[in-house]
């Protein structure tokens, strides 16, 4: 954990950011993070290598099934839903990430994404893991 990481009981607050992130209610929520509307999740080279290794299968293989490029950069590939789209590594029937151990970057910093820094209330409505600072 970073200086800039207070812990206190269950609860981080990353300086900067008027919410705090309790881990724990990651266990009993559905994936929201990991399900919604389309978007990306970028992958660096060395994330594409650990998850390569973690799936026991050839990076190219890995580009070639689970990434597609956007601009520059790789990103995972999204499933359609009913309505939404779901990261392709998220398991449905257990809820959680299949890659969690080798999770992008991306994914590890969630909730204290700079663009959640001036919209608290958002990410409260999409994380059941947040609770709101006192101004």
């Not at 580009?63 to 590594?89: D, H, M, P, Q, R």
């Not at 994404?113 to 958002?122: L, Q, V």
Request: net charge positive.
């Amino acid at each position: 954990m970073s200086e800039s990481m207070i812990k206190e009981k269950n609860f981080i607050q990353k300086e900067g950011f008027n919410f705090k992130f309790n881990p724990e209610a990651c266990i009993e929520c559905p994936g929201r993070c990991c399900n919604g509307k389309s978007g990306n999740i970028s992958v660096n080279s060395k994330e594409i290598e650990a998850i390569s290794k973690f799936l026991e299968i050839d990076v190219s293989k890995f580009i070639g099934e689970y990434l597609i490029k956007v601009s520059y950069k790789f990103s995972i590939k999204e499933i359609k839903t009913n309505k939404n789209y779901a990261c392709i590594f998220f398991d449905k029937k257990k809820n959680k990430c299949s890659i969690y151990p080798v999770r992008p970057n991306q994914c590890r910093t969630f909730p204290f994404w700079s663009y959640f820094k001036d919209k608290p209330k958002e990410v409260a409505r999409q994380c059941p893991g947040i609770s709101l600072c006192e101004k």
